[in-house]
């Protein structure tokens, strides 16, 4: 009964279920077992046969059996004796040994995490970016400056200064952005699926944090009316960058919107955080999507497109 449930739902036979532990991770953010528990909960239900696989080093993806349908990729980046490797670099090693991935590719997530090239690529699609400076022109910003990594994740690195004078040399770097600091209220939406089955999920706002400084994300969100995703354009400003992204099965992006000069895009992310209490479980579930059909949707989504 199991499996043709499975083959019912579009789900593969086998899946690695992928993951860092804590002493391994490069910045301490490891998946939480309850998380890991949950996805394979969700598709062990569906005849899946899941295999947890905690990775430590290389030789621990190369060890993995190439025959696994698929790999869930949950992992952020990898701490070896002997180096760092950064999430796409991790998507990488997946590929050249072979698997395939639940989750966007390594180039994709390349793609996304170099600020600069995707926001090249989301302008090109009709989507605003922040306007980029450099030590030259900065004393023609109006406002605030926003200084942050060209390449980073989960807000690290990032300050907000109030004058050009106090930008040094070192800001000055092809690996740094200067860009305008957008004061306005911050909203995120996902996008499930691919190709013509690629849907937007509702629209969150997100909350700033209270006593953060700068004052720029806090992990949380509220709901919004129903159609406002729609209303607000975000809706296809989403599905047209998971397109031009190069995107696959699930993503999340940010946006600001300004009065007058609409969403402007603040970051791409390929490989969003699935936790039943993070945004895109939670704006899933505004569409009646509760956790475990969202997993099961994006596994079945993966492996309809590595199929075909």
């Not at 696994?68 to 997946?94: H, K, M, W």
């Not at 302008?123 to 900065?138: D, Q």
């Not at 994740?153 to 040094?168: E, F, N, S, V």
Request: with cysteine; hydrophobic share 40%.
């Amino acid at each position: 009964m199991g499996g043709n449930q499975r083959q019912e739902n579009g789900l593969p036979e086998r899946v690695a279920l992928a993951s860092v532990p804590v002493d391994a991770t490069p910045f301490g953010e490891p998946v939480r077992p309850h998380l890991r528990s949950l996805i394979a909960a969700s598709l062990e239900r569906c005849g899946v046969h899941v295999v947890d696989t905690p990775l430590r080093s290389l030789a621990d993806i190369q060890a993995l059996d190439v025959s696994t349908d698929l790999v869930f990729n949950l992992c952020y980046g990898l701490r070896t004796s002997e180096q760092i490797l950064s999430q796409p670099d991790v998507a990488e090693a997946f590929e050249t040994a072979g698997h395939r991935l639940v989750g966007s590719d390594a180039a994709t997530q390349r793609r996304c995490q170099d600020k600069r090239h995707a926001g090249e690529l989301a302008a090109a699609v009709g989507v605003s970016v922040p306007t980029e400076f450099n030590l030259t022109n900065a004393e023609n910003a109006e406002g605030p400056l926003l200084i942050k990594p060209r390449e980073g994740a989960a807000h690290r690195g990032i300050r907000i200064i109030d004058d050009p004078t106090q930008l040094t040399v070192a800001d000055e770097s092809p690996d740094v952005l200067i860009q305008e600091y957008l004061d306005g209220p911050e909203y995120t939406i996902g996008v499930v699926g691919n190709g013509a089955t690629a849907r937007p999920l509702p629209l969150m706002r997100v909350r700033y944090g209270r006593s953060s400084t700068p004052r720029i994300y806090e992990w949380g969100g509220t709901s919004t009316a129903p159609d406002s995703a729609g209303r607000f354009g975000l809706a296809d400003a989403a599905v047209a960058l998971f397109e031009a992204l190069g995107m696959s099965d699930y993503a999340r992006f940010d946006f600001r919107a300004i009065p007058g000069r609409g969403p402007v895009l603040m970051d791409a992310n390929a490989l969003p955080n699935l936790a039943g209490r993070q945004l895109l479980a939670t704006s899933a579930r505004w569409a009646g999507i509760d956790h475990p059909t969202l997993i099961r949707s994006i596994v079945a989504s993966a492996h309809t497109r590595h199929s075909g």
